[in-house]
């Protein structure tokens, strides 16, 4: 455990021996976001600094919106486990990982205080700045490892991040009845909204065939922009919101864009 100088300026040092090399020297271009799920900081936090946990993040943010650094950003910190983004399959090489301290889905879901998301926010800004990040690559655990991971939850609020100048984030499409797809149904439309899944940049194969793949992409969807109903099920909220956020994006295949 060697100390070195933290990247962020409000962050202090905690060093965790759990890191290694970024493979192919890349550079963190997406932020991760976590809840530690467990009851207590201080035992997420020890956890984390421990060799036998095989576990770390670069960053760990206290409910009292206090910062630790614990691996340099220049490494790559063991917290995604296995993950896709866009077809990339190792994502730890390429992200910075931020745990928040929250007792997650085993606690009973409780909020995250103001000052918590305030340093979350300043954080990803100053990280986002300094590397170049698009906000529509700072994801949640369960985007990147549906049905795998569900954190930071859907408690988390992406919106307030977003309003802080952080992510990508549409108001969600308000949930009304009409038509929708789920578990078992298969065709074109199931087709188009895995199409669509994939464009975001879930791992969603396109088989028309709404599985339990597919199943788990629209709760891992939903638990980030639709969040007031993570059921899985493709309505016309859910659909929509989709097709609002993927409108909203700008085209960065495009060198002209910024
Ligand atoms: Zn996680």
């Not at 201080?42 to 060799?51: Q, V």
């Not at 077809?87 to 730890?92: A, L, M, Q, S, V």
């Not at 099920?233 to 060198?255: E, M, Q, V, Y």
């Amino acid at each position: 455990m060697t100390a070195f100088t933290a990247d962020y300026p409000g962050a202090t040092v905690m060093p965790s021996p759990n890191h290694g090399e970024r493979a192919g020297g890349r550079r963190p271009d997406m932020i991760l976001l976590h809840y530690t799920g467990m009851p207590s900081a201080d035992g997420a936090l020890t956890w984390l600094c421990s060799e036998e946990s095989q576990v770390s993040s670069h960053y760990f943010v206290f409910e009292d919106g206090r910062v630790l650094q614990l691996v340099p950003e220049a490494r790559r910190a063991w917290h995604a486990g296995k993950s896709q983004w866009k077809g990339e399959g190792d994502i730890n090489s390429c992200s910075i990982g931020i745990e928040i301290a929250n007792p997650g889905h085993p606690g009973g879901l409780p909020d995250f205080p103001a000052a918590q998301i305030a340093a979350v926010a300043e954080l990803c800004r100053n990280c986002g700045e300094r590397w170049g990040i698009v906000p529509e690559r700072v994801l949640g655990h369960s985007d990147v490892a549906p049905i795998r991971k569900v954190d930071p939850g859907e408690n988390f609020p992406w919106k307030r991040l977003h309003e802080a100048g952080v992510g990508h984030f549409v108001d969600p499409t308000p949930i009304t009845g009409g038509r929708f797809f789920q578990r078992g149904d298969q065709g074109q439309p199931v087709e188009a909204l895995q199409a669509m899944l994939s464009l975001y940049g879930y791992a969603t194969e396109i088989n028309g065939l709404f599985d339990d793949r597919t199943e788990g992409d629209v709760a891992a969807f939903q638990r980030h922009f639709r969040p007031l109903r993570v059921d899985g099920i493709a309505d016309f909220s859910t659909i929509d919101t989709l097709h609002r956020l993927l409108k909203g994006l700008p085209d960065r295949s495009d060198p002209a864009a910024s």
